[in-house]
């Protein structure tokens, strides 16, 4: 059983950067995949960007590509998303979340992290 925790959501203004964390315990952490998806109220929840358990792998949403950076630490088990250039059209619930390497679908989901972004 993998726990994951977010920080580091907040209030900011519009073009200003933030910087998610997700530590993951419970579970060895380079057996996963990560991603981070968000939502915001009435909308369903997007993809944001995924990284690959070993080689830094990545992939990311077309809202997002170019702004937001996916990063990990497997040696302190967690990932990172750094959003820079921020909009009001970012904020939303940021949540991350696990994918064990073969799978597709995503085992484990923090509690997730506000993000509000003022314009």
């Known amino acids: 059983q993998v726990q994951l925790v977010e920080s580091g959501g907040g209030l900011v203004q519009a073009g200003a950067s933030l910087r998610l964390s997700c530590a993951a315990s419970?579970?060895?952490?380079?057996?996963?995949?990560m991603g981070w998806f968000r939502q915001a109220p009435g909308k369903e929840r997007e993809f944001i960007a995924w990284?690959?358990?070993?080689?830094?792998?990545?992939n990311y949403g077309d809202s997002v590509k170019g702004r937001f950076t996916i990063s990990r630490d497997n040696a302190k088990n967690t990932v990172s998303l750094q959003m820079n250039s921020l909009k009001p059209e970012d904020t939303a619930v940021y949540y991350c979340?696990?994918?064990?390497?073969?799978?597709?679908?995503?085992?484990?989901w923090g509690q997730g992290t506000q993000v509000t972004v003022s314009s």
């Open positions: 979340a696990a994918q064990q390497a073969g799978r597709g679908k995503y085992e484990y």
């Open positions: 419970g579970g060895t952490f380079n057996d996963y995949h």
């Open positions: 990284i690959s358990r070993f080689y830094g792998i990545t």
